[in-house]
């Protein structure tokens, strides 16, 4: 849940693939990737942030205990991913990560 790190470099290359030379494989590839990646601890930030706020400490182990309490994701693996990687808290942007949240919900479904 928290190896996000490939996600990021493997969403460019299907949409390039997509964008510029979609084929059968880079579909399929695509099409397994949106359905198969599993949640991240990125995919249940809008929680954490309602519980917690924007304090940091712990956020690991506090969302693997929202899971042991039933929380729910609120987006998809591959959105969560990028969100994951992009928080905050690591010192990253996570205005990039919304910046993908377009691109994924319209090529990577």
Do not use: C
């Not at 030379?21 to 099409?31: V, W």
């Not at 998809?76 to 919304?98: C, D, I, K, M």
């Amino acid at each position: 849940m928290d190896d996000v790190g490939d996600d990021l470099n493997l969403l460019v290359m299907m949409l390039m693939a997509k964008l510029h030379f979609p084929s059968p494989t880079s579909e399929a590839a695509t099409s397994y990737y949106a359905t198969s990646r599993g949640v991240s601890y990125g995919s249940y930030m809008v929680r954490y942030y309602q519980i917690y706020g924007g304090d940091p400490n712990a956020m690991k182990t506090r969302v693997a205990e929202g899971l042991a309490n039933h929380w729910n994701s609120d987006v998809s693996g591959p959105f969560g991913a990028v969100r994951w990687y992009h928080r905050a808290e690591t010192g990253a942007n996570p205005q990039l990560a919304e910046l993908y949240a377009a691109i994924i919900n319209t090529y990577i479904k």
